[in-house]
């Protein structure tokens, strides 16, 4: 079983940068693929990346592409999102999820944290 939880969301100004983390317990952290989702209210939760396991692959919602990478560490059993140039519609919570194949869709996540809150400001 894996335990996740998001740090790092907060209140930003549009164009600003943040940088969320997401900490995994469970000695088989390394195996699994990581994904970030996200959920506007009202909005159906979304594909925003995933990572391999290894860090060697990741994949973008093109609506993120060029301006979010995420990274992980598997060391510290602990995945990044950088978040640039944000824009007012990238506020939402956003969700880590590990995947025990590498997917794009919210249904092959077995686990999930709770959330962090980002809220870009126009």
């Known amino acids: 079983q894996v335990q996740l939880v998001e740090s790092g969301g907060g209140l930003v100004q549009a164009g600003g940068s943040l940088r969320l983390s997401c900490a995994a317990s469970?000695?088989?952290?390394?195996?699994?693929?990581m994904g970030w989702f996200r959920q506007a209210p009202g909005k159906e939760r979304e594909f925003v990346v995933a990572?391999?396991?290894?860090?060697?692959?990741?994949w973008y919602a093109d609506s993120v592409k060029g301006r979010f990478t995420m990274s992980r560490d598997n060391a510290k059993n602990t995945v990044y999102l950088q978040m640039n140039s944000l824009k007012p519609e990238d506020t939402a919570v956003y969700y880590c999820?590990?995947?025990?194949?590498?997917?794009?869709?919210?249904?092959?996540?077995?686990?999930w944290g709770q959330g962090t809150q980002v809220t870009v400001s126009s």
């Open positions: 999820a590990s995947s025990r194949v590498k997917a794009t869709t919210r249904y092959e996540y077995d686990y």
């Open positions: 990572i391999s396991w290894s860090g060697g692959s990741t």
């Open positions: 469970g000695r088989t952290f390394s195996s699994y693929a």
